[in-house]
């Protein structure tokens, strides 16, 4: 083609309207018997390069072209989220169309693709439409969503500590993406700029007073200590008083007047929606915490909680909750196993009202708070930690303050809240957890362990190993190493609390990409009758359960799964049990959907698992929503 042969090294922008050129003319002489002459060719290719950089007035031309070339890769997405690439394609002169998507996680592994030719007719905007509705559908069919996090406190009550430039490196090195401040420090504000680390600072207690009387002082100390910093650096959550209920001058009253006023500048300043306001507290203002589903908050507290709960609701913020595992250990011994609060394996302890069973404590005093939630009429407000851990050193009588003991609690806290396992009376439910502390601060008060929680000391050098980002292997839910498991049987069946459009969908993929054999289910088999969904969901996801370990991260599914002790066996239907059955294959990943009913997608259910990648593709991120 002349536009080649007219340069020693043709640009990559020529090349590809002359090979698009020859692949047009091909196609004509095979598909509709019309032979394209070279010179029309020729002239296609000149017409495609003029609309080009009409389009790209700013894209080199010729020779210069090649010298600056873009290095074209696929972008992974952040942490615990997916990405979703679609492409959709229109012929617009017989108006045949087509569209394709491909699912992957933040590692690049592939979790699904989908390819289909849409209806004649279709026009380019309609056929783009289409493949972005239907890249929307595939991720919530999949369920897709935003995946728990794990942060740390950035405590300063210490001597000798690195400077915060030393310590947003020392973040960045570990992969530390969540960090929590408990005041507005400009020096740390600064430090944290453009290193894409999340913080969350504080309003202290001290300035609840002048925070709540006067809208202007809030305005103020945005103006001043906030504003000039950020975005760069990335301010997602600001707490107003922490744990105000624990402090010995109650400034509960000041509380919501504090956090509304706060609020009110963030909108002014137009930050409303990418700054959460919120405020922290203790495990103490519920009154009561077992069983969980007993959970209550102490009526003293009600004058305060009442207003505040309703601004949580109203704003969505989370109800932030300062919880130590270790604590309840270390007071009542005797009535709880250290393995219980350390995520070990341990005998299960079973609300006798749900009959749900506790493999860990953390999990329990969650859900406590969710019951006392609940009991209040504020079911949707999420629940977020923004403290807990374990100490590495203690006093005499601190026998648990160990470092063994905190490297197994946080490790295991970490895998826990990455597998997005929930709790539960939640399952599955995104839960983020900030470990207290970064370093241990020798200045803090009280027995030998408040001054010994930290993960790292003032060199910098680490108390014990911890992987931070729970990205190892034995995140891998294949893996039972490590992961909180069950002395007692068990069996997981469905809920009979949630809709059934989300049990079908559930019991879809456990037949489909679960890879359950639910052979059993179908007419005239053993677990047909009674032929309703929840029982039919119950047989396939206890297989799931039974499979993979029968943990509590296998009983997921959604939110639509419940563990029991009770087996649900009947007449000649048998419930698997772990171990009973080693024949079926599990694969724990979303395999490439296939054509098959049990596929859990509202569209056709042609499926091609070889995707072409798109060429000029829309990116739709779903961050761990």
């Given at each position: 083609m002349?536009?080649?042969?007219?340069?020693?090294?043709?640009?990559?922008?020529?090349?590809?309207?002359?090979?698009?050129?020859?692949?047009?003319?091909?196609n004509?002489?095979?598909?509709?018997?019309?032979?394209?002459?070279?010179?029309?060719?020729?002239?296609?290719?000149?017409?495609?390069?003029?609309r080009?950089?009409?389009?790209?007035?700013?894209?080199?031309?010729?020779?210069?072209?090649?010298?600056?070339?873009?290095?074209?890769?696929?972008?992974?997405?952040?942490?615990?989220?997916?990405?979703?690439?679609v492409?959709?394609?229109?012929?617009?002169?017989?108006?045949?169309?087509?569209?394709?998507?491909?699912v992957?996680?933040?590692?690049?592994?592939?979790?699904?693709?989908?390819?289909?030719?849409?209806?004649?007719?279709?026009?380019?905007?309609?056929?783009?439409?289409?493949?972005?509705?239907n890249?929307?559908?595939?991720a919530?069919?999949?369920?897709?969503?935003?995946?728990?996090?794990?942060?740390?406190?950035?405590?300063?009550?210490?001597?000798?500590?690195?400077?915060?430039?030393?310590?947003a490196?020392?973040?960045q090195?570990?992969?530390?993406?969540?960090?929590?401040?408990?005041?507005?420090?400009?020096?740390?504000?600064?430090?944290?700029?453009?290193?894409?680390?999340?913080?969350?600072?504080?309003?202290?207690?001290?300035?609840?007073?002048?925070?709540?009387?006067?809208?202007?002082?809030?305005?103020?100390w945005?103006?001043?200590?906030?504003?000039?910093?950020?975005?760069?650096?990335?301010?997602?959550?600001?707490?107003?008083?922490a744990e105000?209920?624990?402090?010995?001058?109650?400034?509960?009253?000041?509380?919501?007047?504090?956090?509304?006023?706060?609020?009110?500048?963030?909108?002014?300043?137009?930050?409303?929606?990418?700054?959460?306001?919120?405020?922290?507290h203790?495990?103490?203002?519920?009154?009561?915490?077992?069983?969980?589903?007993?959970?209550?908050?102490?009526?003293?507290?009600?004058?305060?909680?009442?207003?505040?709960?309703?601004?949580?609701?109203?704003?969505?913020?989370?109800?932030m909750?300062?919880?130590?595992?270790?604590?309840?250990?270390?007071?009542?011994?005797?009535?709880?196993?250290?393995d219980?609060?350390?995520?070990?394996p341990?005998?299960?302890?079973?609300?006798?009202?749900?009959?749900?069973?506790?493999?860990?404590?953390?999990?329990?005093?969650?859900?406590?708070?969710?019951?006392?939630?609940?009991a209040?009429?504020?079911?949707?407000?999420?629940?977020?930690?923004?403290?807990?851990g374990?100490?590495?050193?203690?006093?005499?009588?601190?026998?648990?303050a160990?470092?063994?003991?905190?490297?197994?609690?946080?490790?295991?806290?970490?895998?826990?809240?990455?597998?997005?396992?929930?709790?539960?009376?939640?399952?599955?439910?995104?839960?983020?957890?900030?470990?207290?502390?970064?370093?241990?601060?020798?200045?803090?008060?009280?027995?030998?362990?408040?001054?010994?929680w930290?993960?790292?000391?003032?060199?910098?050098?680490?108390?014990?190993?911890?992987?931070?980002?729970?990205r190892?292997?034995?995140?891998?839910?294949?893996?039972?190493?490590?992961?909180t498991?069950?002395?007692?049987?068990?069996?997981?069946?469905?809920?009979?609390?949630?809709?059934?459009?989300?049990?079908?969908?559930?019991?879809?993929?456990?037949?489909?990409?679960?890879n359950?054999?639910?052979?059993?289910?179908?007419?005239?088999?053993?677990?047909?009758?009674?032929?309703?969904?929840?029982?039919?969901?119950?047989?396939?996801?206890?297989?799931?359960?039974?499979?993979?370990?029968?943990?509590?991260?296998?009983?997921?599914?959604?939110?639509?799964?419940?563990?029991?002790?009770?087996?649900p066996?009947?007449?000649?239907c048998?419930?698997?049990?772990?171990?009973?059955?080693?024949t079926?294959t599990?694969?724990?990943?979303?395999?490439?959907?296939?054509?098959?009913?049990?596929?859990?997608?509202?569209?056709?259910?042609?499926?091609?698992?070889s995707?072409?990648?798109?060429?000029?593709?829309?990116?739709?991120?779903?961050?761990?929503?």
């Amino acid at each position: 083609m002349d536009i080649i042969l007219s340069q020693q090294k043709p640009s990559c922008e020529d090349f590809v309207a002359t090979a698009w050129a020859i692949w047009n003319a091909r196609n004509s002489n095979v598909f509709r018997d019309k032979i394209i002459p070279p010179d029309v060719s020729c002239s296609s290719a000149k017409d495609i390069l003029t609309r080009f950089y009409e389009a790209n007035p700013q894209a080199p031309k010729g020779k210069n072209a090649s010298k600056e070339k873009q290095k074209l890769s696929w972008i992974p997405p952040e942490y615990g989220s997916y990405k979703v690439n679609v492409d959709g394609a229109c012929n617009t002169s017989n108006k045949v169309a087509g569209m394709r998507i491909v699912v992957r996680d933040c590692e690049g592994k592939f979790i699904a693709g989908y390819t289909e030719r849409l209806p004649r007719g279709s026009s380019p905007i309609v056929t783009e439409a289409l493949v972005i509705l239907n890249g929307m559908k595939l991720a919530c069919d999949l369920n897709l969503h935003r995946a728990s996090t794990v942060g740390v406190c950035y405590g300063r009550n210490a001597d000798d500590l690195p400077t915060p430039t030393k310590v947003a490196k020392l973040l960045q090195l570990h992969n530390i993406k969540y960090v929590r401040t408990y005041d507005s420090n400009i020096q740390v504000l600064k430090a944290f700029a453009n290193t894409e680390i999340e913080l969350m600072i504080g309003i202290p207690n001290s300035d609840l007073l002048p925070f709540s009387q006067f809208q202007s002082n809030v305005d103020i100390w945005l103006k001043n200590s906030i504003l000039p910093y950020y975005p760069a650096t990335k301010i997602t959550y600001i707490t107003v008083g922490a744990e105000v209920t624990e402090a010995p001058n109650n400034a509960s009253s000041l509380v919501v007047p504090a956090m509304r006023n706060v609020l009110t500048a963030l909108i002014k300043a137009g930050l409303h929606k990418k700054i959460t306001v919120s405020t922290t507290h203790s495990l103490g203002v519920l009154s009561r915490s077992f069983p969980p589903s007993a959970g209550a908050f102490n009526s003293s507290h009600a004058f305060f909680l009442k207003p505040l709960l309703e601004f949580l609701a109203e704003n969505q913020s989370p109800f932030m909750v300062n919880i130590y595992p270790y604590y309840a250990y270390r007071d009542s011994h005797n009535n709880v196993s250290l393995d219980y609060a350390l995520f070990e394996p341990s005998s299960d302890v079973i609300d006798p009202n749900t009959g749900l069973l506790y493999t860990n404590m953390f999990d329990a005093q969650i859900d406590a708070l969710y019951f006392a939630l609940t009991a209040l009429n504020f079911k949707t407000i999420k629940i977020m930690v923004t403290e807990t851990g374990w100490p590495s050193k203690g006093s005499a009588k601190e026998t648990a303050a160990t470092p063994d003991n905190a490297q197994t609690y946080n490790a295991n806290l970490i895998r826990h809240i990455i597998n997005d396992a929930g709790t539960p009376a939640k399952p599955g439910e995104e839960l983020d957890v900030y470990i207290f502390s970064l370093f241990n601060e020798n200045r803090k008060p009280g027995l030998e362990s408040e001054r010994n929680w930290g993960l790292f000391y003032p060199d910098e050098t680490s108390v014990y190993s911890l992987d931070l980002t729970g990205r190892g292997a034995a995140v891998d839910v294949t893996t039972q190493t490590n992961v909180t498991g069950s002395s007692r049987t068990s069996w997981c069946i469905a809920s009979s609390t949630v809709s059934e459009a989300d049990l079908q969908n559930a019991l879809d993929w456990a037949c489909g990409p679960g890879n359950v054999d639910c052979s059993a289910i179908q007419p005239s088999q053993p677990c047909f009758e009674p032929d309703n969904l929840v029982s039919h969901a119950s047989y396939a996801f206890n297989s799931y359960y039974q499979l993979n370990g029968a943990t509590d991260i296998a009983c997921g599914f959604g939110g639509t799964a419940v563990r029991t002790i009770k087996n649900p066996s009947y007449d000649n239907c048998l419930y698997m049990t772990t171990g009973s059955n080693k024949t079926a294959t599990v694969n724990t990943t979303a395999a490439p959907l296939t054509s098959s009913s049990s596929v859990p997608m509202g569209f056709s259910s042609r499926v091609s698992s070889s995707l072409v990648l798109a060429f000029l593709p829309f990116l739709l991120n779903l961050n761990h929503a």
